[in-house]
């Protein structure tokens, strides 16, 4: 059973330009959530989708938006990226609300 | 508003110290959880403690949970080289992490 998959592993966008991550969650999870990673810092709680709905948000701009397809997997897009959205982005999933399992995250790069 | 807040922000031992790590938040939780993660890498989870325990062992880890100072703890028994990591704590509101703390044991 795969764990918790993201792709690409690594990106690198320039400013102003948008990018869509994707994450597929470990088999039987329904619940997916994202996290924004910044270097030295701990993650920062995005959004989480349950159903194909955004259920719960974080401090996040509007710029950041999300997506649940029925198979549970999920995509972030970022619009206008910003210097400061380089970090490494984290899913991570769930079988309801009990522990998250997390994926290898995506580093995206803004140049 | 930050929900897992990690002390000490780094903590460097010898291999087979023990390493103890602390957490404190601010509202109520239905549980608390505590994950490692190697340099630039997922977080792998450790273990969930729930607002109705007080200790849970897992292997060479402890975590406590006192609710009303609203803290935790994780204790790393017999440390190991490949302890190594950063260490967060998070409550099941999803909010924020700590800055996490950062173990290196020495061998």
């Known amino acids: 059973d795969a764990g918790v998959t993201q792709s690409p592993t690594h990106l690198i966008k320039t400013r102003g330009q948008q990018v869509t991550l994707r994450c597929s969650p470990k088999s039987g999870h329904d619940t997916v959530s994202w996290y924004q990673q910044a270097l030295g810092q701990g993650p920062q709680f995005i959004f989480q989708?349950?159903?194909?709905?955004?259920?719960q948000r974080g401090n996040f701009p509007d710029r950041f938006s999300g997506h649940q397809f029925p198979n549970y997997s999920s995509e972030l897009n970022v619009n206008a990226l910003l210097l400061g959205d380089s970090a490494l982005y984290l899913c991570?999933?769930?079988?309801?609300?009990?522990?998250?399992?997390f994926g290898p995250g995506t580093r995206l790069t803004v140049l | 508003s930050q929900q897992g807040e990690e002390d000490p922000q780094a903590l460097s031992i010898q291999e087979g110290e023990n390493a103890t790590m602390n957490c404190s938040y601010k509202t109520s939780i239905n549980n608390l959880q505590w994950y490692r993660q190697n340099s630039g890498r997922g977080l792998v989870h450790l273990i969930l403690?729930?607002?109705?325990?007080r200790e849970k062992h897992s292997g060479r880890l402890r975590v406590t949970l006192d609710t009303s100072k609203k803290s935790s703890s994780l204790l790393i028994t017999a440390s190991r080289a490949a302890d190594t990591a950063s260490y967060f704590c998070?409550?099941?509101?999803?909010?924020?992490f700590g800055e996490g703390t950062q173990l290196t044991v020495n061998p």
């Open positions: 989708y349950y159903e194909e709905e955004e259920r």
């Open positions: 998070a409550t099941d509101l999803k909010l924020t």
């Open positions: 403690i729930r607002s109705n325990e």
């Open positions: 991570a999933s769930s079988p309801g609300l009990a522990k998250e399992f």
